[in-house]
């Protein structure tokens, strides 16, 4: 299974993690009367997906070099596959999501990352050899979570519905042929820097990547979800003789 970038979501306290069945149902309710309202939203690691970042982007109003220097936190450690980029959380001692109301709830609601929409379903696609994507799931359980004492019903199926996750996962899914070049490979290839760094600054910059690559292409504001498709197909294609 390959979890992407995107429903990348670690935290301390998570007590379990079961696979949960495509058709399988669970009982959840997230609303702003459970006692741990906004708990989930200090303490962690929030991983952003290109997608993210460009929804995040739009609520803010903000080019995507003003978000990357105010709101993301690039790691390429030794053991690390592909740069990741991060939100990065206030220091107040709880490390507390930047977006976070206590009484409110998420000031970016609409244009909320995924890992932040999926939870508590965890997301995980996979390539087989004829290049057809499969998907498995888990659900997973954090300690302070009462969401799971909530008497309404879910299946994956509404859940993802509700809230609004399936462009989501369509940009994200995207991401696998870069991250995993050749569909009958087991094992994710490692970037280089310099694939790092285009990695970044094509997807996370979109920006950037337009001036550089498309100064022509008269764009809307509307159009920076197929601006972000030009540049994954356009990053493919650079890397597909290397692979
Ligand atoms: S983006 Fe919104 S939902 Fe996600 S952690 Fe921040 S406040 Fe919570
Ligand atoms: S029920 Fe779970 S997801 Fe909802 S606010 Fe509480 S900890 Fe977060």
Redesign the pocket.
């Known amino acids: 299974m390959t979890v992407l970038p995107g429903n990348a979501l670690q935290r301390e306290g998570l007590s379990s993690a079961q696979p949960l069945d495509a058709a399988a149902s669970f009982k959840f309710h997230c609303h702003p009367g459970v006692p741990c309202f906004?708990d989930?939203?200090r303490e962690?690691e929030?991983a952003l997906s290109p997608y993210d970042v460009l929804r995040l982007r739009k609520s803010l109003s903000l080019s995507a070099n003003d978000f990357l220097e105010r709101y993301a936190i690039i790691e390429f450690g030794p053991d690390d596959l592909y740069p990741k980029v991060y939100?990065t959380m206030i220091d107040d001692g709880r490390a507390s999501?930047?977006?976070?109301?206590p009484s409110t709830?998420?000031?970016?609601?609409a244009d909320?990352?995924s890992?932040?929409r999926t939870y508590p379903v965890g997301r995980g696609v996979s390539l087989d050899e004829q290049g057809t994507l499969h998907e498995q799931f888990i659900l997973l359980h954090e300690e302070h979570c009462h969401g799971f004492a909530e008497e309404q019903t879910q299946t994956i199926a509404n859940w993802q519905d509700d809230q609004q996750s399936k462009e989501y996962n369509r940009f994200n899914d995207l991401l696998l042929p870069l991250l995993k070049p050749a569909a009958d490979s087991q094992s994710l290839v490692r970037f280089s820097d310099e694939q790092a760094t285009l990695y970044i600054d094509t997807l996370y910059n979109l920006d950037l990547f337009k001036k550089k690559y498309l100064p022509d292409y008269a764009l809307s504001a509307d159009d920076q979800p197929a601006l972000l498709s030009h540049a994954l197909n356009w990053l493919l294609l650079q890397w597909q003789p290397a692979s």
């Not at 999501?97 to 109301?101: A, G, I, K, L, S």
């Not at 709830?105 to 609601?109: A, I, N, P």
């Open positions: 906004t989930c939203c962690l929030l939100l999501c930047p977006f976070v109301d709830g998420c000031r970016v609601y909320r990352p890992a932040c």
